[in-house]
């Protein structure tokens, strides 16, 4: 069984700093690409930003600059670092991960979300 476990989020200032981490837990054989969703309060879910297993990365325009993707492979966890926050930024935010299994299936699974809002 594979779960993703976000940790982080919370009340911010605008202009203020804010990290989330998603760590992939149970039995697999690797994780592929990890990436970062949001859903903002009346809107569909959109894509923020995406890291290969080689650190290539791609961000949305909207946050390009101001937010960076990272990745650390032993502890099979993702982060997303938030700089220069904007209160369009508030949102529920969600990892995602390919996560393949012992039968070298690739599965995509998605984390529970945490809530992330940007106000003075």
């Known amino acids: 069984q594979v779960d993703l476990v976000q940790t982080g989020g919370g009340l911010v200032q605008p202009g203020g700093s804010l990290r989330l981490s998603c760590a992939v837990t149970?039995?697999?054989?690797?994780?592929?690409?990890m990436a970062w969703y949001r859903q903002r309060p009346g809107n569909e879910r959109e894509f923020v930003a995406t890291?290969?297993?080689?650190?290539?990365?791609k961000y949305a325009d909207s946050v390009k600059g101001r937010f960076i993707i990272s990745r650390d492979d032993p502890k099979n966890t993702v982060y997303l670092e938030m700089d220069s926050v904007k209160p369009e930024d508030t949102a529920v935010y969600y990892c995602?991960?390919?996560?393949?299994?012992?039968?070298?299936?690739?599965?995509?699974?998605w984390g529970r979300g945490t809530q992330v809002t940007v106000s003075s």
């Open positions: 890291i290969t297993p080689t650190g290539g990365t």
């Open positions: 995602n991960a390919r996560v393949i299994d012992r039968m070298s299936f690739d599965y995509l699974h």
């Open positions: 149970g039995s697999f054989f690797s994780v592929n690409a």
